[in-house]
T-cell receptor, first 113, second 117 residues
């Protein structure tokens, strides 16, 4: 069974902290994504990666960076967390960029206080 | 840029009845996919149904079917014989290439579906 696993379901961090959100997939997918989900705004793409060490900005990359050192792992980094980054973060992976379904993790609800 | 619009923030239907969720999209691409995802309270996004743009036949998965109107850029989801377990947020999504490259799916803002027992 296809699996995308996010390291935490709930996270509380302080303003200014460096935050790492980890995501691992076991499907040998080339492509991985980080989305942010907010009520009334749907899912918005933060960053994606189509290969190891390759990354591309999505629609809302400001305040975030990513790391993909291994094919199965894709990390989202908040260099200095701010309260406006309080949100639900969803990781996904897919076989073919855009033209195939994405498989999602269970989400991390991050609260920055 | 691609956009996906879901005009119904919330829908309510009686159990066992049929409900249709609306979705329109805007793209200049000719080759793309469209998806409906379901997100129950557990937060796990689950693929409900997928439609390839080059296929004229509407996709069907058990009680779920779509009405894909390519010229009108419309992609509605019909749920027949609604069940309590269908209660969830439903997201319409577009997937394809953008400007010669390719990246992630573009999602609508979602429709909250309530099933009345």
């Amino acid at each position: 069974d296809v699996k995308v696993t996010q390291s935490s379901r709930y996270l509380v961090k302080r303003t200014g902290e460096k935050v790492f959100l980890e995501c691992v997939q076991d499907m040998d997918h080339e492509n991985m994504f980080w989305y942010r989900q907010d009520p009334g705004l749907g899912l918005r793409l933060i960053y994606f990666s189509y290969d190891v060490k390759m990354k591309e900005k999505g629609d809302i990359p400001e305040g975030y960076s990513v790391s993909r050192e291994k094919k199965e792992r894709f990390s989202l980094i908040l260099e200095s967390a701010s309260t406006n980054q309080t949100s639900m973060y969803l990781c996904a992976s897919s076989f073919t960029l855009g033209l195939s379904e994405a498989f999602f993790g269970q989400g991390t609800r991050l609260t920055v206080v | 840029a691609q956009t996906v619009t879901q005009s119904q923030p919330e829908m309510s239907v009686q159990e066992a009845e049929t409900v249709t969720l609306s979705c329109t999209y805007d793209t200049s691409e000719s080759d793309y996919y469209l998806f409906w995802y379901k997100q129950p309270p557990s937060r796990q996004m689950i693929l409900v149904i997928r439609q390839e743009a080059y296929k004229q036949q509407n996709a069907t998965e058990n009680r779920f079917s779509v009405n894909f109107q390519k010229a009108a850029k419309s992609f509605s989801l019909k749920i027949s014989d609604s069940q309590l377990g269908d209660a969830a947020m439903y997201f319409c999504a577009w997937g394809g290439t953008r400007g010669g490259g390719a990246d992630g799916l573009t999602f609508g803002k979602g429709t909250h579906l309530i099933i009345q027992p």
